[in-house]
């Protein structure tokens, strides 16, 4: 048999409906927001001088901080000799003889906030000086990499740009 729902019940099921719609688009739209929040500095880098990429991932597999990167691509990765480019300049000796490609340039990133990654170090293989380093995820293409030695207010911001692996 088929029981008519009394009016009182239809507007109280009605009431529900706007409650349902927005808990259903919650739980459809909550993930896609989610990890637009998530963006890290994880990838491929073009630097802003466009001649090396940096890949960028954690130090330890086992582990997701702090970051590291290395250089994976030079655009000029041969001297002048036609010899594959050396860390001539690096401040010691034992290691002036390593190729600059694999060169981990970036140390010890730490999250410190949403896009924020800080307390790391990063080296010029140009000059052989290590810096410290503050990363900003802007969008999902875009790095603000501040280099500085004391202060980040002392410093100079580098804009990298993501690119495929």
Same mark, same amino acid.
């Given at each position: #048999? &088929?029981?008519r #729902?009394?009016?009182q019940?239809? =507007?109280?099921? #009605?009431k529900l409906?706007p409650f349902? &719609? =927005?808990m259903?688009?919650s739980?459809v739209?909550?993930?896609v927001?989610l990890?637009?929040q998530?963006?890290t500095p994880?990838? @491929?880098w073009?630097?802003?001088?466009?001649r090396?990429?940096?890949?960028?991932a954690?130090c330890?597999?086992?582990r997701?901080?702090?970051?590291c990167?290395? &250089? =994976?691509?030079?655009k000029?990765p041969e001297d002048e000799e036609?010899?594959?480019r050396l860390?001539t300049?690096?401040?010691?000796?034992?290691q002036?003889?390593?190729l600059v490609i694999?060169?981990?340039v970036?140390?010890?990133?730490?999250?410190?906030?949403?896009? @924020?990654?800080?307390?790391?170090?990063?080296y010029?293989p140009?000059?052989g000086?290590?810096?410290?380093?503050? @990363?900003t995820?802007?969008?999902?293409?875009?790095?603000?990499?501040r280099?500085? =030695? #004391?202060?980040?207010?002392f410093?100079?911001?580098? @804009?990298w740009?993501r690119?495929?692996?």
């Amino acid at each position: #048999m &088929i029981r008519r #729902m009394s009016d009182q019940g239809f =507007v109280a099921t #009605m009431k529900l409906v706007p409650f349902l &719609i =927005v808990m259903l688009l919650s739980v459809v739209h909550g993930p896609v927001s989610l990890s637009a929040q998530e963006l890290t500095p994880v990838g @491929v880098w073009l630097h802003d001088n466009e001649r090396i990429r940096v890949k960028v991932a954690p130090c330890d597999e086992q582990r997701d901080e702090p970051l590291c990167g290395k &250089i =994976v691509w030079l655009k000029n990765p041969e001297d002048e000799e036609g010899k594959p480019r050396l860390d001539t300049e690096n401040p010691d000796q034992a290691q002036r003889d390593q190729l600059v490609i694999g060169t981990t340039v970036i140390h010890g990133l730490v999250r410190s906030g949403p896009r @924020v990654w800080t307390d790391g170090t990063i080296y010029n293989p140009d000059d052989g000086e290590t810096y410290r380093a503050r @990363v900003t995820v802007v969008d999902p293409n875009t790095l603000h990499v501040r280099i500085y =030695v #004391m202060l980040p207010l002392f410093g100079e911001t580098k @804009v990298w740009t993501r690119v495929e692996d």
